[in-house]
């Protein structure tokens, strides 16, 4: 009898959940509405409830709360509690309220901060909506006329909202005012829509917005409330019975004839802080920008000419002084053409800002300002003849630069890395080694929303405060949010993909036999979306002429140490043999979508989540390939981030899921880049995340380098998967096969020789190997003899390299560490390990990868090595740490080096497939002290230590060891042995 390898529907729907967890009560800390846990010296729960309801129950995102036991102490003095441990301190001023920034101050590692930003708009104040509680939203700028930063897009799904806190400075009635557009929406529609307006959790009434003239056409809308004295929450969201399609500019609470403001309502700038010039009020011709690198925050003030005014409420000045300003900025070449020194004026006071190299290059510039004691306004303007700058922080006291490591987008499709680098959104690491992770739009860990509260506020965040201690916060969130999933074994070897037309037969007689004869590994076949019948997009059934037997071809796969996945894009046509059962299923409830008469499904639905689970049942797979890229299904599931939510029922019936991530389509298009309120953390837990359809150029490949420890390091993602040789076809050179296109034959398309080979280099030391194209080649043997014999090469050593890459895959997940790692997680003292995280990286901590991304058969890159003494693993040549190097390679060869007393566990032959319990070689250099723990199957770990003369073994098993001993010179000796000590001494 043949095994299913799918999960029975019904035990997966029944799956249990973690727990609740709770934390320790002696880290626990209360001062009247607030909660403080103590979790880690670097982390403290942060928790207001106007209600004193305080929250145990695990969230979406976070799973766990119990810790080691931490040491701290807490007092209270001067109306302030403070609670100090061993790498932070946390301060908040008693009785004072919700968190914001003149109430609550980290200090860690040199560092003061106010982690907290809290916007409360007074009667009369605007609200932009980028300042509100979002649901489900983005913030977009592509159409002009808003205010602020941008806007929110879309309300295109239920539950889809902004949640404003309002501060009625008078019992009475009131208006609360709407800045919203109307154009013709993606379901084609220009019409009046509806979305619905509730105060404090109160019954929702609904809120008709009539149509606009387009989507650049801004008019307001108003509803009467009567409200008592006090803060109020305003809640404008998508209900069951609204149309939604709108977007939202910001809102106004106003009384009387209160025309509608243009200044928005701005959070304090805390002194001894540096703090983000978007966040404060900006007038005049100025507008908030992102399209220059290497800002802090979200984005910088540009555009500033004469009239322009920038202001920050400055709060909690010590006394009335002069004091240091820090103004970050940029200074390029103006709109008037000139590129010279520039002045502002703070407060009045001139201030000289020198020129930059160009606009994404950032300066500082301090001066000494006045400012009165307690809360004040400090305001940038601009002479008459303008100042042609960007301004990205203003620092009070403070010229330190909340700057982030790394970063992290839903995919990277399209990119082509010759338009500028991607935007990245920033994650848990900075500099300044502090970061807020807001935890109050989460649901519950089961995906029950938390209850509402009305009108009482309720804070929930966790204060990183790490300093340079990167892997201290790693750890921390891989504790709090669950690390990131070790995948099978098998996952960490060769994949093969390819968007085109195959058929069982193709991989059965063809491809594989193909990849067996050129000596070539395979561990996972991916099967793009033409298999489908009736439609090749989002059919349910596999197509019987190309797969007459579904689960035949999967056990042919695994009787070839394979395994496979199916691609899926989450529709179905009206007209599809399996859409009467689903919608059955879903009872009436699927939607049309904006593809040509497809249905889409809203996961958050029992009902429908069920029926698009069970059109999976008749297509055997191992695991399922969530190609969401186009469709409009998603999830209205509140709290829950909407690929976060479907890539977890996914994992459910199979090994993991296999998708993007950090959002969803509906939030940000078919790249996705923003991030919705509830982040990224919960993705790592059961996903692999595959990066999107990128383009076939030398740009792509070099950014690919820093992007994957970048995501790393910014979400604790481990397994993150790029398209090896890039999607899309930049050259146009002829392939090496024809297929056909709509009834047209056409013949797929290849990269140079150099740039194949380079990237499959960079492939084998990636957290996973997945060659894909869009109709390319990308198999050794359809290449030159130089690069065939390149990859081949490669993708061999790649699979050698299995038991070392899925160790780091278990340690990941215990560490929260990444596989693939920027230098300064191992080196934080060092600058160079800052500045050359787009050039090379660590694949552990005993691998450095330097990857050469230049045209020509001989490539060079320039490499700076981490302290200590560094060994080239095909080479031998010795370089000493804290040195840079040019180092030149072929075809078939490529800079990786071997830290001294690093340990580096590969097979010892070539395989075909993934195997286990093989012979292995342990690559170590002479005379160093080190150790590494091999991890297997069912939580079996080998340590090996490396004692200078001596290789360790301590493992339950006895098995024959080969060790290569790295000399000084550059030669090499290996060594053979077995048992529990190896004699690495050379012969006499």
């Not at 076949?525 to 298999?531: A, E, R, Y």
């Amino acid at each position: 009898m043949r095994k299913r390898a799918l999960v029975p529907l019904l035990a997966l729907l029944t799956l249990g959940l973690p727990a609740p967890a709770t934390a320790q009560p002696n880290g626990t800390v209360i001062s009247g509405q607030a909660r403080f846990q103590v979790l880690s010296p670097t982390l403290i729960r942060s928790e207001f409830a106007g209600d004193r309801r305080f929250e145990d129950q695990a969230t979406y995102n976070v799973v766990n709360r119990t810790f080691p036991r931490t040491a701290y102490t807490s007092r209270v003095s001067d109306g302030w509690l403070t609670i100090t441990t061993s790498a932070l301190t946390l301060r908040y001023r008693v009785g004072s309220g919700p968190f914001r920034a003149d109430n609550l101050e980290l200090r860690s590692g040199g560092t003061t901060a106010s982690p907290w930003r809290r916007v409360v708009c007074a009667t009369g104040q605007l609200c932009e909506a980028e300042d509100t509680a979002r649901e489900g939203l983005l913030v977009a700028a592509d159409h002009p006329g808003y205010s602020g930063s941008g806007f929110v897009a879309g309300f295109s799904y239920r539950n889809n909202g902004i949640t404003a806190t309002v501060r009625a400075s008078a019992a009475g009635r009131h208006r609360v005012v709407v800045k919203y557009a109307n154009g013709q929406g993606g379901d084609g529609k220009h019409e009046n829509r509806t979305l619905s307006l509730s105060v404090d959790g109160q019954a929702p009434r609904q809120l008709t917005l009539p149509a606009t003239a387009d989507w650049n056409a801004w008019q307001q809308v108003s509803a009467d409330v009567d409200l008592a004295a006090g803060e109020h929450r305003v809640a404008l969201t998508r209900g069951p019975a609204d149309s939604g399609n709108v977007n939202v500019d910001s809102l106004a609470l106003l009384s009387g004839d209160q025309g509608y403001p243009t200044v928005r309502t701005i959070d304090d700038c805390r002194f001894g802080t540096t703090c983000e010039a978007e966040n404060g009020a900006v007038s005049g011709a100025a507008k908030i920008a992102d399209e220059h690198a290497g800002f802090a925050g979200t984005g910088f003030v540009a555009e500033l000419v004469g009239g322009t005014r920038l202001t920050q409420r400055v709060s909690s000045v010590p006394a009335a002084g002069t004091y240091p300003v820090t103004v970050r900025y940029a200074n390029g070449v103006g709109g008037d053409g000139k590129h010279e020194p520039r002045t502002v004026l703070v407060n009045g006071q001139a201030v000289v800002l020198p020129v930059t190299a160009d606009w994404k290059t950032w300066a500082t510039a301090t001066a000494s300002v006045p400012l009165p004691s307690g809360t004040s306004d400090l305001t940038v303007t601009c002479p008459d003849a303008g100042c042609h700058v960007n301004l990205d922080t203003i620092g009070l006291n403070n010229s330190v630069q909340h700057l982030a490591l790394g970063g992290y987008r839903r995919s990277l499709d399209g990119y082509t890395g010759n338009n500028g680098d991607p935007q990245l959104t920033p994650g848990l690491l900075y500099r300044d080694g502090w970061y807020l992770l807001d935890d109050t739009p989460s649901a519950l860990r089961n995906g029950t929303p938390r209850g509402d509260r009305g009108a009482q506020p309720y804070q929930d965040g966790y204060v990183f405060g790490y300093g340079t201690n990167h892997k201290a916060a790693l750890g921390d969130l891989a504790t709090l949010t669950g690390g990131p999933k070790v995948l099978p074994q098998w996952a960490y070897g060769v994949w093969y993909s390819e968007y085109i037309d195959r058929t069982a037969a193709d991989y059965r007689d063809r491809i594989l036999p193909a990849f067996r004869q050129h000596g070539v590994p395979l561990d996972v076949l991916v099967v793009d979306t033409d298999f489908k019948a009736h439609n090749l997009w989002n059919g349910w059934r596999m197509d019987q002429a190309k797969f007459p037997d579904p689960q035949g071809f999967l056990d042919w796969a695994h009787g070839e140490g394979l395994h496979s996945t199916l691609n899926i894009h989450p529709s179905i046509q009206g007209d599809d043999p399996d859409f009467a059962q689903a919608q059955a299923t879903a009872k009436g409830k699927l939607a049309k979508g904006s593809c040509a008469n497809c249905y889409v499904f809203d996961w958050a639905d029992p009902d429908q989540l069920r029926a698009y689970l069970e059109l999976h049942r008749k297509m055997p797979t191992d695991f399922w390939w969530l190609d969401w890229c186009c469709d409009g299904s998603g999830s209205s599931l509140r709290g829950v981030t909407p690929d976060t939510w479907i890539n977890e029922q996914y994992s459910k019936i199979g090994a993991f899921a296999f998708s993007r991530g950090f959002g969803s389509l509906q939030a940000g298009g078919y790249s996705g880049s923003g991030p919705l309120p509830t982040g990224p953390w919960a993705e790592k837990r059961t996903t692999l995340h595959f990066t999107g359809d990128t383009s076939s150029t030398w740009g792509t490949l070099k950014a690919t380098i820093g992007y994957t420890s970048a995501e790393g390091v910014a979400t604790g993602m481990s397994n993150i998967s790029h398209d090896i040789g890039g999607h899309n076809d930049t050259t146009g050179l002829r392939g090496s096969e024809q297929y056909l296109d709509n009834g047209q034959l056409r013949w797929t398309t290849k990269l140079p020789d150099d740039l194949y080979a380079r990237w499959v280099q960079l492939g084998a030391f990636q957290p996973i190997t997945r060659l894909h194209s869009n109709h390319g080649d990308r198999l050794p043997w359809q290449y030159g003899p130089a690069a065939q014999a390149s990859a081949t090469k490669f993708l061999n050593l790649r699979e050698r390299l299995v038991p070392y890459l899925y160790s780091l895959a278990e340690q990941a997940g215990r560490t929260g560490v990444p596989m693939v790692r920027p230098a300064y997680l191992e080196y934080p003292g060092s600058p160079e390990a800052y500045s050359t995280v787009d050039s090379q990286f660590l694949l552990g901590s005993d691998l450095l990868v330097a990857p050469i991304t230049t045209p020509g058969d001989v490539g060079s890159t320039r490499v700076w090595f981490p302290p200590g003494q560094w060994t080239d693993y095909f080479t031998g040549q010795v370089y000493q740490g804290n040195s840079w190097a040019t180092v030149s390679a072929g075809l078939d060869t490529m800079p990786v080096f071997l830290r001294s007393g690093g340990v580096l566990v590969e097979r010892s032959a070539d395989v075909a497939h993934d195997v286990r319990g093989g012979p292995l070689t342990v690559h170590v250099t002479a005379g160093a002290t080190g150790e590494f723990t091999l991890y297997e199957d069912q939580g079996k770990r080998t340590r090996i230590v490396q004692a200078r003369d001596h290789l360790l073994v301590l493992s339950g098993s006895k098995k024959d060891w080969t060790v290569v001993v790295h000399e000084a010179d550059g030669s090499t000796r290996t060594v053979k042995g077995s048992g529990a000590v190896i004699s690495l001494r050379a012969p006499r």
